[in-house]
Antibody, heavy 118, light 109 residues
């Protein structure tokens, strides 16, 4: 069974930093591209970042470029999102999502809530 | 990036057919994927590519496309289909699946 379990969310002050993790199991992690997608309270889905299966190709949404860093450790079946210079606009549930090569984003974790507030 | 436009709300009578649409220039070149999201839950893929359904998705869900518009059709809507639906496709350059529509809240009356 495919499982994606996010962790690391919490309350952080504006300007602060946070590191999210996503533990993957039930599939061959290093065969899959991965994404972070977020959802602000009561709002729609917003794609945040993509990383290729090898980690060599990375993309970011304009809204987070220069502040967020995506990475992965295929030996640990884990995906990460390093977030800094956080603002209230970054408050959201952050989902880790799997994207097999040639296929759509097909599995999502349950998400971890990040709240940026003083 | 690109933009995908959806109607914010759509309603359908129980057992009737409803179409949810998604418009965007990128859809002229790339298929849309469709996700269903119920309150407090993660999104679930319901339609992808050229009208493909993942295992476990009822066959009342179907997809189609024409020009810059993709559509998700539910034939014989059930109460459990009440949810938010999001379309998703590639960015203008085709590099990643980083474009989501604003979502459509489907109400089953």
């Amino acid at each position: 069974e495919v499982q994606l379990v996010e962790s690391g969310g919490g309350v952080v002050q504006p300007g602060g930093s946070l590191r999210l993790s996503c533990a993957a199991s039930g599939f061959t992690f290093n065969d899959c591209q991965m994404n972070w997608v977020r959802q602000a309270p009561g709002k729609g889905l917003e794609w945040v970042s993509y990383i290729s299966s090898s980690g060599r190709t990375i993309y970011y949404a304009d809204s987070v470029k220069g502040r967020f860093t995506i990475s992965r450790d295929n030996a640990k079946n884990s995906l990460y999102l390093e977030m800094r210079s956080l603002t209230a606009d970054d408050t959201a549930v952050y989902y880790c999502a799997r994207e097999p090569v040639g296929d759509p984003i097909d599995y999502w974790g349950q998400g971890t809530l990040v709240t940026v507030s003083s | 990036s690109s933009e995908l436009t959806q109607d914010p709300t759509v309603s359908v009578a129980l057992g009737q057919t409803v179409r949810i649409t998604c418009q965007g220039d990128s859809l002229r070149n790339y298929y849309a994927n469709w996700y269903q999201q119920k309150p407090g839950q993660a999104p679930v893929l319901v339609i992808y590519g050229k009208n493909k359904r993942p295992s476990g998705i009822p066959d009342r869900f179907s997809g189609s496309d024409s020009g810059n518009t993709a559509s998700l059709t539910i034939t014989g809507a059930q109460a459990e289909d009440e949810a938010d639906y999001y379309c998703n496709s590639r960015d203008r350059s085709g590099d990643h699946l980083g474009v989501f529509g604003g979502g459509t809240k489907l109400t089953v009356l």
